[in-house]
């Protein structure tokens, strides 16, 4: 089945450094691509859509300055975290979709410090 | 405006015995929708989905769900728990789109009883 991984797959970093987080479809090509956050032991939260060739949607509450998102090509999308914060401290997992669902990526865990 | 509730954060069933999680949706449009199963520090993998035609939805690991448009749910069931059930599982709904974004649940977290 299709594969969508994500690098790093874990980060810490000091406050006030910005983190960027890589999507990538590997054997297929997605014109949109999703990111999610979760806190510990909570849901998954829609962040934005990631649109190749435009820009993100971000859904409410998201800041767009914050989150920086950049869909480059059909198989990559980054998600740019800046002057990262305790707070920012998250599972990230980003999605795109295949023929009929949804490839979910292995996810990201960011620490800041 | 999409949404789903699952009934219960958490719940503990004995080793052997039937699974049983809610799943309620909320959608304007014929919804797709979705079981999610999460390991701890894991990403998603996809139990089972209902897209069109049968309502009786069959995923894996001996996991099933039925579509029933009138109660609006999507219930998730196994006949039998096993110890390596026990995870938190998700309930998603997407409007049908291919590119649309999909709505999760607050998880239900599983417990298997020895």
């Known amino acids: 089945g299709a594969v969508v991984s994500q690098h790093p797959s874990r980060v810490i970093c000091k406050s006030g450094t910005s983190v960027k987080i890589e999507c990538r479809s590997l054997?297929?090509?997605?014109?949109?691509m999703f990111w999610y956050r979760q806190f510990p032991k909570q849901s998954l939260m829609l962040m934005a859509t990631?649109?190749?060739?435009?820009?993100?949607?971000?859904e409410q509450g998201v800041e767009k300055d914050k989150f920086l998102i950049n869909h480059a090509s059909l198989t990559l999308s980054t998600l740019t975290v800046t002057s990262a914060h305790p707070e920012d401290s998250s599972f990230y997992i980003c999605?795109?979709?295949?023929?009929?669902?949804?490839?979910f990526g292995p996810g990201t865990r960011l620490t800041v410090l | 405006a999409q949404s789903v509730t699952q009934l219960g954060s958490h719940v503990s069933v004995s080793e052997g015995a039937l699974v049983l999680l809610r799943c309620n949706y909320s959608?304007?449009?014929?919804?797709?929708l979705f079981w999610y199963v999460q390991y701890p520090n894991q990403g998603l993998q996809l139990l089972l989905k209902?897209?069109?035609?049968?309502?009786l939805v069959k995923g894996i690991n001996g996991f099933e769900a039925e579509f029933k448009k009138s109660e609006t749910s999507f219930h998730l069931t196994k006949p039998s728990a096993h110890m390596s059930d026990a995870a938190e599982y998700f309930c998603a709904v997407s409007e049908g789109n291919r590119d649309d974004k999909i709505i999760f649940g607050k998880g239900t977290r599983l417990h298997i009883l020895p």
């Open positions: 209902y897209t069109t035609g049968a309502t």
């Open positions: 054997d297929f090509q997605a014109t949109t």
């Open positions: 959608s304007s449009v014929p919804p797709y």
């Open positions: 990631s649109n190749e060739g435009s820009k993100a949607t971000y």
């Open positions: 999605s795109a979709p295949g023929s009929n669902e949804q490839f």
